[in-house]
């Protein structure tokens, strides 16, 4: 199975500030990533498709980027409702596969 | 408005088998393929399988095979998973979701509300 890894595992930020995460995947897989959110109780939400495509309703300061095998999710200017859990996933093959998750927390 | 609704918490023993459903309203139920995904208490997401409510056919992550079932049901919009041999490790919440497939790969645009599996004796 591929593998994803996420990085940092949580990292605390400042309303503001500018965060990027990161995804690494074991084998290349094209541009076939995709980036949700998810607060704590709740379900996730879609952010980012085929890494770099904006789900529609998701605000401009949430962007993508990368292909093959390394791949980052950029929030330009953190709002306090992004601070969540933040999930890359990959669908190159049919066996889809999840990062184990970035917490953003408040500084 | 298209919205996938599960159906609600269950609490079982170890080894018995729990169904969830997940039915889908606002688009016919065929178009899209069902992904189900579970997280158990202060953890990630993890993939369990995909069903194609149109033929049926069905893809189990290596996890799960032998113990999860994904069939859908086109008249009722309707699909369910069913977990067999539980045990307190499958406590945790199950979501469906729904597969949208661009030019370069899927991502889930529409998830159910996610039902709570308990497993306990």
């Known amino acids: 199975d591929i593998q994803m890894t996420q990085s940092p595992s949580s990292l605390s930020a400042s309303v503001g500030d500018r965060v990027t995460i990161t995804c690494r995947v074991s084998?290349?897989?094209?541009?076939?990533l995709s980036w949700y959110q998810q607060i704590p109780g709740k379900a996730p939400k879609l952010l980012i498709y085929a890494a770099s495509n904006l789900q529609a309703g998701v605000p401009s300061r949430f962007s993508g980027s990368g292909s093959g095998s390394h791949f980052t999710l950029t929030i330009s200017s953190l709002q306090p409702e992004d601070f969540a859990t933040y999930y890359c996933q990959q669908s190159f093959t049919n066996m889809w596969t999840f990062g184990r998750g970035t917490t953003v927390e408040i500084k | 408005q298209v919205q996938l609704v599960q159906s609600g918490a269950e609490v079982q023993k170890p080894g018995a088998s729990v169904k969830v459903s997940c039915k889908a309203s606002g688009y016919n139920l065929r178009t899209y393929f069902i992904h189900w995904v579970r997280q158990a208490p202060g953890q990630g997401l993890e993939w369990m399988g995909i069903?194609?409510?149109?033929?049926?056919?069905?893809t189990y992550a290596h996890n799960f095979q032998g113990r999860v079932t994904l069939i859908s049901d086109t008249s009722t919009n309707t699909v369910f998973m069913d977990l067999n041999t539980l045990r307190s490790e499958d406590t945790a919440v199950y979501y469906c979701?729904?597969?949208?497939?661009?030019?370069?790969?899927?991502?889930?645009?529409?998830w159910g509300q996610g039902t709570t599996v308990t497993v306990s004796s």
């Open positions: 069903v194609n409510p149109s033929d049926g056919g069905t």
């Open positions: 979701a729904r597969a949208h497939y661009a030019d370069e790969g899927g991502a889930f645009d529409v």
């Open positions: 084998q290349s897989i094209s541009r076939y």
